[in-house]
């Protein structure tokens, strides 16, 4: 036990006799945790449209009014003719075109329908179809809108009619930083504690250090203890750090249980670190150990269901899922800011994660016997 304190203290007076540590530990998280959910928006705003309106007539005006009003669309500019138009997709200046052809009132009126052109530019692919489903809901719109003008109804409707009522649960205002808010807050406590750990153990190789802890009567689960313990406990109070900024910041409050977020982050802590320890184990340098961290953050962020949902993901990469720490975490952590979930809602989450950390640590203090 002594050993282990020995250690504790060491590494305690390593962290905070170094500035620039604890900028990236403290400073740097709740600074991004305040700037990225902000960006970080689903919402696709601003399409830039260009409108070739051959008919000119009362409808074709009334038409671009209720499109422009909307929230999503910025007129460019009215082109003379599709030639024109394109230079302007081209050039990058538009997102959408949408040619309304010069007959449009008259066969809208005398055959009850009318066709209009739309063009897209798909180079963002998102942006793209986003922003022509935009546009087809608000053209249908107008379509039942007009359709509802002229319909003579009789006094007793008897075509059969189903109407759809909803209720937004858990995000009741369909605010999308309550869900991100969350997801984002786990990604930089696992970038944190996963590329600090890392950098750990090969620091100690690259000053010299290691020999002397090599020769010292130091068992190696002490030792992998000894450097874990103290980025555990750094780790909770960034999580503690972030959860202030989600109530201030964006208003943000648990419906759960904190004791359960505070739960599953000690045993997700434990995984991530011991991964990190197990990448400094195997490094020579800095540098291979942030690259290689590098590498698994991008890998664990992008498969950990933060801006893609995991089910809409390919077979292989649900599969993938499975094995990454991240991808359990973030769920619990919406599940119980959101939902209010319980002990008993993620409990297989729990007993999964702790399979990583035992898993991870174990190899840890393997490998690191292995090579020393």
């Known amino acids: 036990m002594r050993t282990i304190l020995f250690i504790l203290e060491k590494e305690f007076r390593q ?27 689903y919402e696709v705003k601003n399409i830039r449209l260009v409108i070739l309106d051959h008919d000119k007539s009362t409808y074709t005006r009334q038409l ?74 608000i053209i249908r719109e107008y379509n039942e809108s007009i359709r509802l003008k002229w319909l003579q109804m009789p006094r007793m409707n008897t075509d059969p009619r189903i109407e759809t009522t909803f209720s937004n649960w858990y995000n009741i205002h369909m605010n999308y930083r309550q869900f991100m808010v969350p997801g984002i807050l786990v990604i930089l406590l696992t970038m944190v504690g996963a590329i600090l750990s890392a950098l750990n153990i090969v620091r100690e190789k690259e000053i ?33 750090l972030g959860l202030l900024v989600a109530r201030i910041v964006y208003g943000i409050i648990p419906v759960g249980n904190f004791g359960l977020i505070y739960l599953f982050s000690s045993v997700y802590l434990l995984a991530i670190l011991g991964l990190g320890l197990l990448i400094s184990s195997y490094v020579q340098t800095q540098q291979q ?67 990583f950390a035992v898993v991870l640590n174990t190899w840890a203090v393997l490998a690191y016997s292995k090579r020393h």
């Open 64 to 137: 671009v009014n209720k499109i422009i009003s909307s929230d999503y669309f910025l007129l460019d500019e009215y082109s003379p003719n599709m030639a024109a138009a394109m230079i302007e997709v081209e050039r990058d200046r538009a997102d959408l075109v949408l040619e309304i052809p010069a007959d449009f009132e008259r066969s809208l009126i005398r055959e009850n329908e009318a066709q209009v052109y739309m063009a897209v530019n798909a180079i963002n692919g998102v942006r793209a179809s986003l922003g022509s489903s935009y546009l087809t809901a």
């Open 289 to 355: 150990a942030m690259l290689i961290a590098f590498f698994i953050m991008m890998v664990s962020i992008l498969l950990g269901g933060l801006y893609t949902s995991i089910e809409s993901m390919p077979v292989w990469a649900q599969y993938i899922t499975k094995v990454n720490p991240v991808s359990y975490f973030i769920e619990v952590m919406r599940m119980v800011v959101l939902k209010g979930s319980g002990f008993r809602d993620i409990s297989r989450h729990l007993y999964i994660m702790l399979g």
């Open 208 to 240: 010299g250090t290691i020999e002397q802890i090599n020769v010292s009567p130091i068992r190696k689960h002490h030792f992998i203890l000894g450097k874990l313990i103290p980025f555990w406990i750094m780790g909770q109070f960034v999580l503690t």
């Open 15 to 41: 962290i905070f006799r170094d500035p620039t540590v604890l900028r990236m530990m403290l400073l740097m998280p709740v600074i991004q945790l305040i700037v990225l959910p902000m960006a970080a928006d």
